[in-house]
């Protein structure tokens, strides 16, 4: 949600990007590897367009949603006269404040399911320049152990604590990473530098993360050529250190 990152957060995305310049460098041009931020994975056409509930504050978009849920049940027979006049009284009531706010409600109604699909292809689609590119980017990851144990692969996310203490973020700003071989250093929500090749691949997988299942869908894959662990920022250490394992 833009706006809301703590500071230290920030702070660490900002050296997460800078270590993946000076790797990227560092590697030389035969590599031909690419630095990216999270941001350079969203499709850019699939991101721009114009979503009108963006403007509407908490209040009226509950006015809103009412309104929507009392047309609804209105519709349904088995409602009785003084069910259907106390519903009819509160439409009228949350009607009277959009319209005294300016809104028109029936025109955003008529866009709702519209909205609703540019919002989830904004956040499924992937920037399709990437597929096939050898890049370098920074996050945090989930490994997750296969049938014998070993963290052979798992995911990257951008924030520490995503997916079990604070929401999945779109399905575009989450990496399916695969290792050749396991990783002993693997632990959940470790900083790290992730170096391979993308592919624009959606993956679903339900595990078991801290205090339960959890289901997590990636837009992307990626074969990774070489992992290396980050130094933790302040607000990264939490003191412990966690493995999550399959279903």
Known sequence: ?????????????????????????????????????????????????????????LSELRSLAAVYRIRNGLKSGGLTLEERTRLE?????????????????????????????????????????????????TGYVIPVLDETGAAKYGYLVSGYGMCSHVPAPAPNQIIFYRLEEEWAEAELYKPVLLQGRLDL???????NLLDGDVTITASFGMDVTDIRALEPQKSDVRGRGFRSFTR
């Not at 590897?33 to 509930?53: G, N, R, V």
């Not at 540019?118 to 499924?124: D, G, M, P, Q």
């Open 1 to 57: 949600m833009a706006g809301s990152t703590p500071i230290g957060l920030r702070r660490a995305a900002t050296a997460f990007v800078y270590a993946a310049l000076t790797f990227a460098i560092a590697a030389g041009p035969a590599a031909a590897i690419t630095p990216i931020d999270w941001p350079d994975l969203k499709d850019p056409a699939a991101s721009q367009y114009e979503d009108p509930f963006e403007a509407l504050y």
């Open 89 to 137: 009284r509160r439409l009228n009531d949350e009607e009277a404040k959009l319209a005294a706010a300016g809104i028109q409600t029936d025109q955003l109604l008529a866009q709702r399911d519209m909205v609703a699909r540019r919002r989830a292809e904004a956040r499924l689609k992937g920037n399709s320049d990437l597929a096939g590119k050898d890049v370098a980017i």
């Open 201 to 207: 691949n959606v993956s679903r997988q339900t595990i």
